[in-house]
């Protein structure tokens, strides 16, 4: 008798065992190695890239990218050190750092250590949140964090335990009403909710009127649009913010010839795109009242002041809000994304309710089940709120108070070099952490060129702003590290780069 030690012609080697997952058991051990060689990628494309951006311009990074990533589905894999390797060390090489002091044009900030940690466990352990047996411990920390921070914004007391529908806005709520917030991909989408909830609660009344400032996110009037409302109406803001005077003859003109109660909303901003400045909201409230108008404020970039005591009397009248828009991954810190959509009361959130069997069957609802549906337009939800809670709980608020108040200051220190260097104008001192300035002498198109020229060497980021009819460059300072010699060198780049 023959014994066959070999496998016989044709048959296949043993197949190749499986890559190992991110969660279970085996996770730590799968993922240890593998975040060695990201963090050795990390740091060896920023050393190359050398700046806050690569230099060359799109073609040379496109050219870049290209060849590190050659096949994009190879016949055989290269397996998966190769693989972070090679496209993380070209992704950090060819990145705006938001974390380089000089990386400082756009609401882009530089996410802490901490946070972005925590989403490494949110990625690894893919909790969805569309319904509670797929996520049963996020669930719940999304309800109590999107309160507590809600009840931030509106000044209230901070609940002291979850809510009985917490996570069901479509239920009755016999107690005193209670701040909520949703989870949001950011101000966009946030802004887009608050026009939805506001069509909603009018919808017996007409169609939903929109006002807003010139000086609104260009989220707003294309929400009207998406959600076939009326065109949305723009009041001019000559002086970069919204004057009460004006929104009260804006709102008496859309209300003519309109017998009985007229939907409209109006929506204000706390920190605006281009200059970071704050709306009058106490006396934009005022307006509102008097006109039966709704009043939405979109504080993507602001509403974090409100987590400091220095900063938060800038914010006054926020708590009159009917919604208010607020972006983490902004003056918060946070990895993209992190946004919320905040309401006083839990209760005006019930017109997003909405029942799939297969997620939300009446049945289990009515055990005890959460119903998380009516958490967002969105099905499959990452945790974003994870990275927000650890933040909270490791810096306190103390600790981000002194992260919001040091930005801040760091703008304030910025404004007072222009206005003292004989080579720059200032455009007005800074509202947030946002500064507006121009080289002098100088006309829009050498200013443009000038801004070019240091993306195109990869030396600094800044933005670019129309204020008065000037164009000029912003300065949206969000890392807290930076210094004053940060600062200094980013005045003498642009010295010998200006265009005149």
Request: glycine share 8%.
């Amino acid at each position: 008798m023959t014994i066959r030690t070999t496998p016989p012609h044709g048959t296949p080697p043993p197949s190749p065992p499986l890559p190992p997952l991110a969660g279970g058991s085996g996770a730590a051990d799968a993922l240890r190695p593998l975040l060695d060689t990201v963090l050795d990628a990390l740091t060896t494309g920023a050393a190359a890239r050398g700046g806050p951006l690569p230099a060359g311009g799109p073609d040379a990074v496109t050219a870049r990218v290209r060849a590190a990533l050659g096949d994009v589905l190879p016949a055989h894999g290269h397996g998966d050190h190769e693989a972070l390797r090679t496209l993380v060390h070209v992704l950090a090489a060819g990145a705006a750092d938001p974390a380089d002091p000089l990386c400082a044009a756009h609401l882009h900030g530089p996410p802490l250590a901490v946070a972005a940690a925590a989403d490494l466990a949110a990625s690894a352990l893919n909790p969805s949140l569309d319904s509670w047996d797929q996520a049963p411990a996020a669930s719940a920390i999304e309800a109590l964090v999107t309160r507590a921070l809600a009840a931030e914004l509106y000044g209230t007391p901070h609940p002291q335990g979850p809510h009985p529908d917490a996570t069901r806005p479509d239920a009755p709520h016999p107690h005193a009403p209670h701040p909520d917030a949703l989870v949001t991909t950011g101000g966009t989408e946030a802004n887009q909710l608050a026009l939805l909830l506001a069509r909603e609660r009018h919808r017996a009344a007409g169609p939903l009127t929109v006002l807003h400032g010139a000086n609104a996110h260009h989220s707003v009037p294309r929400a009207a649009w998406l959600l076939g409302l009326p065109a949305a109406i723009e009041i001019p803001t000559p002086t970069g913010t919204l004057h009460p005077a004006d929104l009260d003859a804006a709102l008496t003109l859309a209300r003519r010839g309109r017998p009985g109660p007229v939907p409209l909303l109006v929506t204000a901003t706390a920190g605006t795109t281009d200059a970071g400045l704050i709306d009058p909201l106490d006396a934009l409230a005022d307006v509102c009242a008097r006109h039966g108008a709704d009043l939405h404020v979109d504080a993507a970039y602001g509403g974090t002041l409100a987590l400091s005591p220095r900063h938060r009397p800038l914010l006054s009248g926020l708590d009159r809000a009917r919604s208010i828009t607020l972006d983490l991954h902004k003056l918060g810190w946070q990895p993209v994304a992190a946004g919320l959509l905040a309401v006083p009361d839990s209760a005006l959130l019930a017109p997003l309710a909405h029942q799939a069997d297969y997620l939300n069957a009446t049945d289990d609802t009515e055990a005890g089940l959460p119903d998380l549906l009516g958490r967002s337009l969105r099905t499959t939800r990452r945790p974003d709120v994870l990275k927000i809670a650890v933040t909270l709980r490791a810096l306190g608020r103390d600790g981000l108070a002194r992260l919001i108040d040091g930005t801040c200051a760091a703008a304030q220190q910025l404004a007072r070099l222009i206005d003292a260097h004989p080579g720059f104008e200032l455009h007005a001192p800074p509202t947030i952490s946002t500064v507006l300035f121009r080289p002098v002498p100088t006309d829009d198109a050498a200013l443009a060129a000038t801004r070019r020229t240091l993306l195109q060497g990869g030396r600094a980021v800044l933005g670019r702003a129309t204020a008065d009819g000037r164009l000029w460059l912003k300065a949206t300072l969000l890392n807290p590290h930076t210094t004053t010699g940060d600062l200094a060198t980013l005045l003498t780049l642009l010295e010998g780069s200006t265009h005149r």
